[in-house]
């Protein structure tokens, strides 16, 4: 399956970019890197792939989460970044389990009663 170049979002349109191993080395507290980042105002969503014990559509769901709440004006509501990401975390892992178990659920979602 080959891998979205960018996302659409409300009237964003997000680049995503992949990455062999770490990314966002030049972030925040973030000497190793990350497995994902979410810039929407420059480059978008960068994505880190070939590493171990990582789900590359998972976490690309992470950090679509992150531009999701960013663009919606609810990352305010959490009190520090550590909050948002132990969120974000559960929902995107439950979520893609979600579509993954229940195929029907995405064509559901997707096509709604029409
Ligand atoms: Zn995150």
Same mark, same amino acid.
């Given at each position: 399956?080959?891998?979205?170049?960018?996302?659409?979002?409300?009237?964003?349109?997000?680049?995503?970019?992949?990455?062999?191993?770490? +990314?966002?080395?030049?972030? !925040?507290?973030? /000497?190793?890197?990350?497995?994902? &980042?979410? @810039?929407?105002?420059?480059?978008? *969503?960068?994505?880190?792939?070939?590493?171990?014990?990582?789900?590359?559509?998972?976490?690309?769901?992470?950090?679509?989460?992150?531009?999701?709440?960013?663009?919606?004006?609810?990352?305010? +509501?959490?009190?520090?970044? !550590?909050?948002? /990401?132990?969120?974000?975390?559960? &929902?995107? @892992?439950?979520?893609?389990?979600? *579509?993954?178990?229940?195929?029907?659920?995405?064509?559901?979602?997707?096509?709604?009663?029409?």
């Amino acid at each position: 399956m080959s891998r979205p170049k960018r996302l659409r979002l409300g009237a964003h349109t997000i680049p995503v970019s992949w990455h062999e191993g770490f +990314v966002g080395k030049d972030c !925040e507290a973030a /000497e190793d890197g990350h497995w994902g &980042v979410c @810039h929407l105002g420059k480059g978008g *969503l960068a994505i880190a792939v070939s590493l171990e014990h990582f789900d590359p559509p998972a976490n690309l769901l992470h950090e679509a989460i992150h531009a999701v709440l960013e663009t919606g004006g609810a990352r305010r +509501v959490f009190g520090c970044i !550590e909050d948002e /990401e132990v969120v974000i975390e559960a &929902v995107s @892992h439950g979520v893609v389990e979600l *579509l993954r178990r229940n195929p029907a659920l995405v064509t559901y979602l997707v096509e709604g009663e029409h």
